[in-house]
């Protein structure tokens, strides 16, 4: 079993910058793929970016791929979600989820966070 656990959310103003961590536990998750997702209120979850389980493939959902930037740390079994020129719509739960294989399909995580909340004011 994996447990993982987002911090790092919070309020920021629009342009402002926040970077997310999740850090997992019960079994190391150097040989998956980690992911973000976020879902805002009435909206389905939707994909943000995820990293290969090296590090060496970075994904991301195209309207964020200039403003967001995905990194992990494989020794201290944590990834990160750097998220600059913030919006409001960037308001969202934003989680961390992890799996074998690297997707956009929330499907195919079987580990998720409980979530941090990310609220950018205009």
């Known amino acids: 079993q994996v447990q993982l656990v987002e911090s790092g959310g919070g309020l920021a103003q629009r342009g402002g910058s926040l970077r997310l961590s999740c850090a997992a536990s019960g079994r190391s998750v150097s040989d998956y793929a980690m992911s973000w997702f976020r879902q805002a209120p009435g909206k389905e979850r939707e994909f943000v970016a995820g990293i290969s389980w090296s590090g060496g493939l970075t994904y991301y959902a195209d309207s964020d791929e200039a403003r967001f930037t995905i990194s992990r740390d494989n020794a201290r079994n944590t990834v990160y979600l750097q998220m600059n020129n913030l919006k409001p719509e960037d308001t969202a739960v934003y989680y961390c989820?992890?799996?074998?294989?690297?997707?956009?399909?929330?499907?195919?995580?079987?580990?998720w966070g409980q979530g941090t909340q990310v609220t950018v004011s205009s």
């Open positions: 989820a992890t799996g074998p294989f690297l997707d956009s399909d929330y499907n195919q995580y079987p580990y």
